[in-house]
């Protein structure tokens, strides 16, 4: 739980020292279809205007930030429609407060793309008005869909690879009796081709995860058919 603890020590730490201007940790309800949903939003900065940025903490790794994740754009086009529905309220700017556990001063001194500081702010691209609220019914459907079926005894629909955060399988060729690899696949036949017939090398195979299943990311796992039937493969 400890990364988990870390994200939720460093929202009340930020909760405690908001700028001034800013609305911190509200959260906003709307009705959909029927149903009334919700989200709460970190930090929102109000212009006069009526304009407003929204931003979000993440306390997440270094290889996140370089590559981005598409959950930070669901999430975050999710609140601006939220914040949108009041009354005259335009979003114009979504951004990601980074608080990067595994930075390393030595590596931003020489690896391009790599970040500056241990505390990045992350541009998420605003999504157009028509395809957020496109997307926002299209969840409500969804989760719908599967109340139906649960309360009439039919299939609730699974969770996608990526909606459980899946890490396929790797396959390591080291030189036997090290534990490093000399380079990792994704695939045993390209492991295979790599190692050819030298007898000094082996191949490992190192099982991936769900991260979101196994590492006490997901708040239903403890109920969850899915997770303890499913056979990983
Ligand atoms: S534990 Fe179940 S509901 Fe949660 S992410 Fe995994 S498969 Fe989905």
């Not at 709307?30 to 109000?46: F, K, P, T």
């Not at 992350?122 to 299209?138: F, I, K, M, T």
């Not at 039919?154 to 690899?181: L, M, Y």
């Not at 991260?211 to 039937?229: F, K, L, M, S, T």
């Amino acid at each position: 739980m400890l990364w988990s603890v870390l994200g939720t020590s460093v929202h009340t730490m930020f909760e405690r020292h908001q700028p001034e201007g800013h609305i911190v940790e509200e959260r906003l309800f709307a009705e959909v279809d029927g149903w009334s949903i919700s989200g709460a939003i970190d930090l929102q900065r109000s212009e006069a205007d009526g304009t407003m940025t929204i931003m979000d903490y993440k306390c997440t790794s270094v290889w996140s930030v370089i590559h981005g994740k598409v959950e930070w754009h669901k999430q975050l086009n999710f609140y601006a429609w939220l914040a949108e529905q009041k009354d005259g309220v335009k979003v114009i700017g979504l951004q990601i407060i980074a608080v990067l556990r595994d930075w390393q001063r030595a590596k931003s001194k020489i690896e391009t793309n790599y970040p500056l500081a241990p505390i990045v702010i992350v541009d998420v691209p605003l999504w157009p008005a028509e395809e957020r609220d496109r997307y926002v019914r299209q969840r409500v459907k969804i989760h719908q869909e599967a109340e139906y079926e649960r309360l009439t005894g039919g299939h609730i629909p699974r969770c996608s690879d990526e909606e459980q955060w899946k890490r396929a399988d790797t396959f390591a060729v080291k030189k036997r009796g090290n534990k490093r690899a000399l380079r990792v696949f994704d695939s045993m036949a390209e492991a295979e081709t790599f190692a050819g017939e030298a007898a000094e090398r082996e191949i490992e195979e190192r099982r991936g995860k769900r991260v979101r299943c196994e590492d006490n990311w997901c708040r239903v796992a403890q109920w969850c058919e899915q997770y303890e039937n499913e056979a990983w493969s």
